[in-house]
Structure formats: structure tokens, C-alpha cells
T-cell receptor, first 114, second 111 residues
Framework: QKEVEQDPGPLSVPEGAIVSLNCTYS??????FMWYRQYSRKGPELLMY????GNKEDGRFTAQVDKSSKYISLFIRDSQPSDSATYLC??????????????FGSGTRLQVQP | DAGITQSPRYKITETGRQVTLMCHQT?????MFWYRQDLGHGLRLIYY???????DKGEVPDGYVVSRSKTENFPLTLESATRSQTSVYFC??????????FGPGTRLTVL
């Protein structure tokens, strides 16, 4: 079983919809949680970064972490066709600090239809 | 422009050949990484480097060699390429605790 599970999609939504992307994980040592966005044939780019549990908002994007359920989410409000990309969750814990390692989910492909 | 560059962007080679993928960063970040990305597996860490002349294995190091004589460069060598090494390879550098910045990737096909 993978440490981080993520539904590969594709997830297709109409423009303006609220999108919910999720990851579950098994390693309770994870403390740092990130979301990366990857456009086709490009490298991943950091979108959101949260520490421990709670919510973080940045414009149309909200990241939520529920450590008790080992579940993280990314919400995209008023989705746009330009949001069409693959979204990867990533995590790390105190044990990873020495090597700055991240554990990635396999990514969810999102398509926003105009 | 500042950032991470990778070369070549596309490479086709044959089984058994040696291939070197180049990575260059302009930020002087200490940590650098090599990942491979395959369908269904996400990003898997091949090797990482904490500083010049300090490297260590990641999750899938077999068949790969790295070196880091200068902070800004982190080449990845496939000593004898195999078909299973057909993949997209990403180089990344690290800032702070958890911010990783990725290059544009190298698409490698091994025939």
C-alpha cells in the first residue's frame, strides 16, 4: 500500500464549479502538506503549503488538513479553464528533515470545461 | 533568468547506452533532487544531494549514478540504460523546510 493515495481522475467540471481534490495518507509522522500543480509537459509548481492541521486560503484556493483522519483537501472556487492541470499532493515529516524529502501522491488530473 | 534548467529536454537512446541528464540551478540552494515520474506512480525520488560532494540514495536509485562537484549542477547518469528507465525525469532544488522547485523535465525513451 502506498503511503499517499490520490484518485487519478480525470475529474471534469464546468467552468465556475467548486472543485475538491483529496489525498489520504498512512504515515502519522507527516506534518507538512503541500499541493503542487503540473501543467502538461511542465514541471510541478508549488501551489499551497500548510503545516499540521487546519485551513489555509490563498485567493480561490483553500487547503485543508485533517490529521486525525489522515486526509487533506484542496478546494478551488470559481474554477477556470486555466486550472486544468494535474494536482499532486506532497507531504513530509520530522524524519524527512535531514534529506528534505517529500512523498508525493500520484496526482489527480482536472479538466475545467468552458 | 533564475531557476532550474534541464538538458536535454527530450532524449531517445538504446538499451545499454550511457546517458547523462543535466540539471543546473541559479539560486545556490543546498539541496537538489532527481525524481522520475511514471503513470500511476507519481514522483519517485532517485537521488538527492544536501550540498556539493554530498549525495545519497532515494527510493529508486538502482541503475543511476549522480555527482555534485558544484552547488549549481547535479547531473544524473544512467550507466547502462534499460527500457524500464523510460520515464520523465525532473530535477528539483529546495528552499527552507518544504519548498521544492522543479525544472521542466527530460523525457527519456530507451528503445
Amino acid at each position: 500500500q502506498k503511503e499517499v493515495e490520490q484518485d487519478p481522475g480525470p475529474l471534469s467540471v464546468p467552468e465556475g464549479a467548486i472543485v475538491s481534490l483529496n489525498c489520504t495518507y498512512s504515515n502519522s509522522a507527516f506534518q507538512y502538506f503541500m499541493w503542487y500543480r503540473q501543467y502538461s509537459r511542465k514541471g510541478p509548481e508549488l501551489l499551497m503549503y500548510t503545516y499540521s492541521s487546519g485551513n489555509k486560503e490563498d485567493g480561490r484556493f483553500t487547503a485543508q488538513v485533517d490529521k486525525s483522519s489522515k486526509y487533506i483537501s484542496l478546494f478551488i472556487r470559481d474554477s477556470q479553464p486555466s486550472d486544468s492541470a494535474t494536482y499532486l499532493c506532497a507531504m513530509s515529516g520530522a524524519g524527512d528533515t535531514g534529506r528534505r524529502a517529500l512523498t508525493f501522491g500520484s496526482g489527480t488530473r482536472l479538466q475545467v470545461q468552458p | 533568468d533564475a531557476g532550474i534548467t534541464q538538458s536535454p529536454r527530450y532524449k531517445i537512446t538504446e538499451t545499454g547506452r550511457q546517458v547523462t541528464l543535466m540539471c543546473h540551478q541559479t539560486w545556490s540552494h543546498s539541496y537538489m533532487f532527481w525524481y522520475r515520474q511514471d503513470l500511476g506512480h507519481g514522483l519517485r525520488l532517485i537521488y538527492y544531494s544536501a550540498a556539493a560532494d554530498i549525495t545519497d540514495k532515494g527510493e529508486v536509485p538502482d541503475g543511476y549514478v549522480v555527482s555534485r562537484s558544484k552547488t549549481e549542477n547535479f547531473p544524473l547518469t544512467l550507466e547502462s540504460a534499460t527500457r524500464s528507465q523510460t520515464s520523465v525525469y525532473f530535477c528539483a532544488s529546495h528552499r527552507g523546510y518544504n519548498e521544492q522547485f522543479f525544472g521542466p523535465g527530460t523525457r527519456l525513451t530507451v528503445l
